[in-house]
């Protein structure tokens, strides 16, 4: 199937920092683009998505950016925060044979640690 | 938080026992889906469902089978089960539509086979 490539695969950052995930996407049929944060022994939950008519997308502390052209797009974590601390999973759609059904394609997780 | 829940949260048992994962929703979604979290924590899909009567097996080949008898629910069930078999299985859930909208997941179920 079609890959979504995630970088990095472990993180470290100082509280107050900033925190950067980039992915990259193959399959040019995408057009939704969802990131998760996973905590230790829950599911994963939606914290942002962008979809392919826009460029840029902020919540409070946290934006995603996407560039269709060069089929990437980033998870950007501003003033860092110990509860920030979790797996990220950026995800790319994909279409699901002729029903107009569609599933996600994960990366293969950022593991976002925090420190004091 | 989303109204999709998965039984048991955790499950131990021994080689070649038939066991079946719990998952319902209540948001009235259509699309189902089962996603298999190695240790390693990629997710694959497994199998996915359009609504009732309808089940798919996804990208990544399992032994698994599931069934769409009712909206609420979407159970997977292993016939015999194996060692390989042990891993995370995460149930989610989305409106239908052309592909913007998100997943839902529940808290998933760690299967241990012995």
């Known amino acids: 199937g079609e890959n979504v490539e995630q970088h990095p695969s472990t993180l470290s950052v100082q509280e107050g920092d900033s925190a950067v995930i980039k992915c990259t996407y193959s399959?040019?049929?995408?057009?939704?683009f969802p990131w998760y944060k996973q905590e230790l022994g829950k599911g994963p939950q939606l914290i942002i998505d962008i979809r392919s008519n826009v460029g840029e997308k902020k919540d409070q502390r946290i934006a995603v950016t996407l560039n269709k052209t060069a089929k990437h797009f980033s998870l950007h974590i501003t003033e860092t925060q110990p509860e920030d601390s979790a797996v990220y999973f950026c995800?790319?759609?994909?279409?699901?044979?002729?029903?107009?059904?569609?599933?996600?394609?994960f990366g293969k997780g950022t593991s976002l640690l925090v420190t004091p | 938080e989303a109204d999709i829940y998965q039984t048991p949260r955790y499950l131990v048992i021994g080689t070649g026992k038939k066991i079946t994962l719990e998952c319902s929703q209540t948001?009235?979604?259509?699309?189902m889906y089962w996603y298999q979290q190695d240790p390693g924590m990629e997710l694959h899909l497994i199998h996915y469902?359009?609504?009732?009567?309808?089940?798919e097996k996804g990208d990544l080949s399992s032994e698994s089978t599931v069934s769409r008898i009712r909206t609420e629910h979407f159970p997977l069930t292993l016939e015999s089960a194996r060692p390989s078999h042990t891993s995370q299985y995460l149930c989610?859930?989305?409106?239908?539509?052309?592909?913007?909208?998100?997943?839902?997941f529940g808290n998933g179920t760690r299967l241990t086979v012995t």
């Open positions: 995800a790319a759609s994909k279409p699901l044979d002729s029903n107009s059904g569609y599933a996600l394609n």
């Open positions: 469902s359009y609504g009732v009567n309808s089940t």
């Open positions: 399959d040019s049929a995408s057009n939704y």
């Open positions: 989610a859930s989305s409106v239908s539509d052309r592909g913007n909208s998100p997943l839902h």
């Open positions: 948001m009235g979604h259509d699309k």
